[in-house]
């Protein structure tokens, strides 16, 4: 028994031995397997990782590489962009070619300096260049400005075109803009030129408004070019310029005269086109310029020229009928009521209008009556008002007034009537418009001229006395309607009641 006992002793011990040797081997086997399989993950998770930096410093590299590809787009378009007009470019990438395009309104504006070749003798190559080049960036700063197309440079002189390759009915008033400018430049260099004591460039700037072709030419080293008479002419412009001024032709003027002061300088021979009237631009007009400085558009001028643009009245054709109607129907012997008047208080009624605030399409009916207002002296000296605004209703529906519009002339017309008593703000400018030179520095000359005519017509007697007395009771009698008169005009017309007055008194005594 104690035998069978021992026996069964020392198989359970052996067994437990044999499970633990077996655990002990199952648990080494698995700490094994999870190492190799941890050692495994590690080295999956190297992989992974030195993969990711790889792919990192890959994603690094194209990314720079993409960065270098745009930077040298950029620079490729730039340098394009400095040969051709953008519009001009895009067509070129996207169809290989670029059409050249006719273009029925633009204006072309040269600058040349003068005497250059007399000016190179005085440098060195390199400096000429440089000079060159100073006072062409200077005039590529001012185009672009105004929206004006650098064409190129040819020796030492400068082209450049408003309204390509972008077509804009604004392209006279821009590029007179940028002649303008390019010439208060030149006056601030010549004057840092002076004060250092060197000889200054001189500048010829010609300008021409028509049509002309653009487009781009050849197949290699592409330019931007355009062609026509209108080129011709804005370089005959030029040459037949001077010094320091801006010279534009007579179909720039017709574009931009409501808006600039002006000087006719004569005709001008073109080949092709016979004689050419020429006109220097001196500035913008005072009262469309801020503080009157004739330098600065202000947002009157900017209206102004949306409204010539963009408005359904052709005041342009209606000013050009009446004014050739007048000039050949009106009587001999008008020395004060001839065109010459009329014009004046077609100046004078933008002016006003301008300085009392007038907005929209009120400003042409202003300018239309005024053109009106003495038309009726084609048929009668006496009662033109009424046959002067017959005139407009039988014609200004054909330059695109409405009847309302029309109606607003006639009656404006109708304040000018003697004695004068407006309804309205506008009857107001209207009034004051038709004896602005009462208080202006030009009234002795003016009156003189109404002297002669009232003469001529048996209205007056040739009393010099008389004419003083009459004189000075219409002035003291008369008033000014609008605050801009009262304050413009009043203080002059009062000064020359002053001066009639001691003229009198030294007559009498």
Not at 84 to 101: F, Y
Not at 261 to 276: C, Q, W
Request: aromatic share 10%; hydrophobic share 40%.
């Amino acid at each position: 028994m104690v035998a069978v006992i021992g026996f069964l002793f020392f198989s359970v011990w052996d067994s437990v031995i044999l499970l633990v040797v077996i655990a002990l081997v199952l648990y080494l086997i698995y700490r094994n397997r999870i190492n190799k399989i941890q050692k495994q993950k590690d080295l999956l998770e190297s992989q992974v990782k030195q993969r990711t930096i790889e792919l990192i410093k890959q994603n690094e590299q194209v990314e720079k590489q993409k960065r270098m590809l745009e930077q040298e787009k950029v620079k490729t378009e730039k340098l394009l962009l400095n040969i051709l007009p953008r519009e001009m470019a895009d067509e070129l990438k996207n169809k290989g070619k670029a059409k050249a395009r006719k273009y029925r309104s633009s204006t072309v504006m040269f600058t040349d300096f003068k005497s250059f070749t007399t000016l190179a003798e005085r440098y060195s190559p390199e400096d000429l260049v440089a000079e060159l080049d100073s006072y062409f960036i200077k005039f590529d700063e001012i185009v672009e400005k105004y929206n004006v197309e650098k064409i190129k440079t040819i020796g030492d002189a400068y082209m450049a075109a408003g309204g390509v390759p972008i077509r804009n009915k604004s392209n006279a008033i821009d590029t007179t803009l940028a002649a303008l400018e390019i010439q208060r430049a030149m006056l601030e260099l010549t004057k840092a030129k002076e004060d250092l004591g060197e000889k200054a460039w001189e500048l010829r700037i010609g300008l021409h408004s028509g049509d002309l072709i653009a487009g781009v030419v050849g197949i290699k080293r592409f330019a931007y070019d355009i062609w026509g008479d209108t080129v011709n002419v804005a370089a005959h412009m030029e040459s037949s310029g001077e010094v320091g001024k801006v010279n534009i032709s007579e179909t720039t003027y017709e574009a931009v005269a409501e808006f600039f002061v002006t000087e006719y300088r004569g005709k001008v021979k073109a080949k092709h086109k016979g004689e050419i009237d020429m006109y220097f631009v001196h500035s913008i007009k005072p009262e469309l310029s801020e503080k009157e400085d004739g330098i600065t558009p202000n947002d009157a001028f900017w209206h102004y020229v949306n409204l010539k643009l963009y408005s359904s009245i052709n005041y342009k054709n209606a000013e050009k009928y009446i004014v050739k109607r007048l000039a050949g129907d009106l009587p001999s012997g008008l020395h004060y009521h001839g065109i010459h008047h009329t014009m004046d208080v077609c100046k004078a009624v933008e002016r006003l209008a301008i300085w009392e605030g007038v907005k929209g399409e009120d400003l042409y009916l202003l300018k239309t009556a005024a053109l009106y207002h003495d038309a009726g002296f084609i048929d009668s000296y006496e009662s033109n008002e009424p046959i002067g605004a017959n005139l407009a209703k039988e014609m200004l529906p054909n330059f695109g007034y409405t009847d309302e519009q029309i109606k607003q002339v006639i009656e404006l017309i109708g304040a000018t009537k003697m004695p004068q008593s407006p309804n309205n703000h506008l009857e107001q400018i209207m009034c004051d418009s038709d004896l602005d030179y009462l208080g202006r520095a030009d009234f002795y000359t003016i009156a003189e001229t109404l002297r002669q005519e009232l003469i001529e017509f048996g209205k007056l007697e040739d009393d010099p006395i008389r004419w003083v007395e009459m004189n000075i009771g219409f002035l003291g009698s008369h008033t000014y309607f609008t605050k801009s008169s009262q304050v413009r005009r009043q203080p002059e017309k009062e000064k020359r009641i002053d001066e009639l007055k001691q003229k009198l008194n030294a007559t009498q005594n």
